[in-house]
């Protein structure tokens, strides 16, 4: 600790190159938080209480529709405790940009199936009332400002009703929290049974499956038994993990992590260049300085020391400030204002960054430390 | 530092040094002996390229001779390791240079603290010691001052105060003086020869000028890597 007033009279000793080397560090590692919670958003979302279930698919596409009646013939297979299904809604409440996903369910079923969402009994009974009630996600309620008993027009560019007219009204009889934060509260469910007898077209066809297993370590046989039993119809499946079906859906997208460790491996090997020569020149300048300190006792450990310290002091200042600054911003939430609703900076990520920057620091200072440390002391003097 | 051969503080025994240019050898010092008793203020002058700053750093165990032996104190340099060097700096050495090397990112009391931050000392003490040496150059008042803000002479004693402030042994001045004006050299001469004369201060100064090798206790010339007692004509 003694020596860090002269460690940091060293930093402030050109400020303007101090401060664009600190700024261009704070960009990357703000940068480095951005990714990380879009990846999280994209590939990380998966509950803990998915383990359990599987997501059974059209084998051709998720936009493929299933017969409603596989439900039975999956219930039937030994391991399979439930199924229930959910379908594409695509909706509009008022403006394209206010996204977020809707789904008809058979809430007798789903709610059970999804523990992870916590819905008040009372609400529930209220839904299971209402044939055109719906329950919504607590962020999307808060987003609209949406309460119990409001109702909501939803236009949906898919699904129209018998009429012709493809905006639907819905109910809200209840708001459903998450059991965690990685929980998606922006979804909103309504019933099957008032999508059924409304939509105009697809009878009895449904999106897709999710089916709860008994044993979770049986699921990828059971998944196999699944797309075996309706092997050669006219609707083969592809069953999987919810962990799976995920990752394949933001593979649509491309490889999520390797596109991130990509921009962030560039970033990093350009911030590396940029401190790595601003610790040069700073050494440089100060050779006669290094002679002096040799010259009344510091040995080259004391020189090697000094000079990593003050690389890892500018890495760590610029990194936390960057991480910092990125914790605040990602936690105003989903910038694209529904795409991503599990936008966040894991705490994971976070510990990681600060890895980084520290590793940072030593890797741009080791070699002007080493120049430093075997600098002789008379050359040293001799270019004052 | 070991009690024997007291009387005589700096022993150089048949040093030589060479420098090697690719091929070519350039012998800077030859069968080299000088000694040095402890208490004398000792003035080493000689035409330029004669070897007087490579003596003073083979003294100061900045540098090792290619031959021959340096005992301060009665202790061989030779012996000791790189980082037991640098401790015996730490310990036992002050330096004076020319262009005064202060640090110019820190005050003058933080420049005179630099060696005490090799001690054990706490901040206090270290506080209690820079102060005493601030004081004894006449500095007190500037001692939140930085380089920059400082005359030469002022500069120039914040750098004797950075070389007593440990207390050293021997105090090793490469031509304090080269850098200043005549007054302000006169004043930097006064120090040098009350801390030699009041505190016992062993000194060997490098200097060109005559003027300041008047203040010395004794002179020897250098030329081309040999020492004579009078100047080479």
């Not at chain 1, 099957?192 to 709860?212: L, S």
């Not at chain 2, 750093?57 to 012996?79: A, C, H």
Request: proline share 4%.
């Amino acid at each position: 600790m003694k020596f860090l007033p002269v460690i940091w009279s060293n930093l402030k000793r050109k400020k303007l190159r101090t401060t664009l080397t600190l700024l261009s560090i704070l960009v990357a590692f703000v940068l480095f938080g951005f990714l990380s919670a879009i990846k999280q958003a994209l590939a990380g979302g998966i509950s803990l209480e998915g383990a359990n279930r599987l997501v059974v698919r059209h084998k051709v596409s998720i936009i493929q529709l299933l017969p409603e009646s596989y439900k039975a013939r999956m219930e039937r297979i030994p391991g399979v405790s439930a199924a229930t299904h959910l379908t594409w809604f695509g909706g509009i409440y008022q403006d394209p940009k206010n996204f977020f996903a809707q789904m008809p369910v058979v809430p007798e079923e789903f709610l059970p199936m999804h523990q992870e969402f916590l819905l008040k009994p009372e609400e529930k009974q209220a839904w299971l009332r209402t044939r055109t009630g719906c329950i919504v996600g607590r962020k999307t309620a808060e987003k609209f400002h949406w309460k119990i008993g409001d109702k909501v027009p939803i236009q949906s560019a898919i699904w129209a009703q018998t009429d012709g007219n493809h905006t639907w009204e819905f109910e809200v009889t209840g708001i459903f929290d998450g059991k965690d934060k990685n929980t998606d509260t922006t979804q909103m469910f309504f019933r099957y049974d008032y999508f059924e007898e409304a939509r105009i077209g697809a009878k009895g066809q449904v999106g897709w499956y999710i089916v709860r297993v008994a044993d979770p370590a049986q699921a990828p046989q059971i998944a196999k038994a699944i797309d075996a039993e309706f092997a050669n119809s006219p609707a083969e499946t592809k069953a999987e993990t919810e962990g799976a079906f995920v990752q394949a859906f933001t593979r649509q997208i491309g490889d999520i992590a390797l596109i991130t460790a990509s921009i962030m491996g560039a970033v990093f090997f350009t911030i590396l260049l940029v401190t790595g020569n601003t610790m040069s020149q700073s050494v440089r300048e100060r050779t006669g300085e290094i002679g002096v300190l040799k010259a009344i006792g510091f040995n080259q450990g004391q020189v090697l020391g000094l000079i990593l310290a003050e690389s890892c002091l500018i890495s760590l200042l610029g990194g936390v400030a960057g991480l910092g600054l990125a914790w605040v911003m990602i936690g105003r939430g989903d910038p694209t204002g529904g795409m991503l609703p599990l936008f966040a900076f894991p705490v994971r990520d976070l510990a990681i960054g600060f890895i980084i920057s520290i590793v940072l620091g030593v890797v741009t200072g080791v070699f002007p430390a080493i120049y430093a440390m075997r600098l002789r002391v008379a050359d040293a003097l001799r270019r004052i | 530092m070991s009690n024997a051969n007291s009387e005589i503080l700096v022993d150089v025994d048949g040093v030589e040094m060479v420098f090697r240019r690719g091929a070519e050898e350039i012998h800077v010092l030859k069968d080299l002996h000088l000694k040095v008793p402890k208490g004398e203020f000792l003035a080493l002058m000689g035409p330029s390229g004669s070897g007087k700053s490579t003596l003073l750093n083979l003294i100061g165990g900045l540098d090792r001779p290619t031959r021959g032996k340096v005992r301060i104190g009665g202790e061989p340099l030779e012996g000791l390791s790189d980082r037991r060097l640098a401790d015996w700096r730490a310990r036992h050495i002050g330096f004076v240079f020319q262009l005064y090397n202060l640090v110019p990112v820190l005050s003058a009391e933080r420049n005179v603290e630099l060696p005490l931050l090799l001690t054990h000392l706490t901040k206090a003490q270290r506080q209690k010691h820079v102060a005493a040496a601030l004081n004894m150059v006449g500095l007190s008042q500037r001692a939140r001052h930085f380089p920059r803000t400082l005359s030469g002479g002022e500069q120039q004693r914040v750098g004797i105060a950075r070389a007593i402030v440990t207390d050293p042994t021997l105090l090793l001045c490469d031509e304090p003086t080269g850098d200043l004006d005549r007054k302000a050299g006169d004043e930097i001469l006064d120090l040098l020869q009350a801390l030699n004369r009041e505190q016992g201060k062993t000194i060997i100064m490098v200097t060109h000028d005559p003027h300041a090798s008047a203040r010395a206790s004794r002179t020897v010339y250098l030329n081309k890597g040999q020492l004579a007692s009078e100047p080479l004509q």
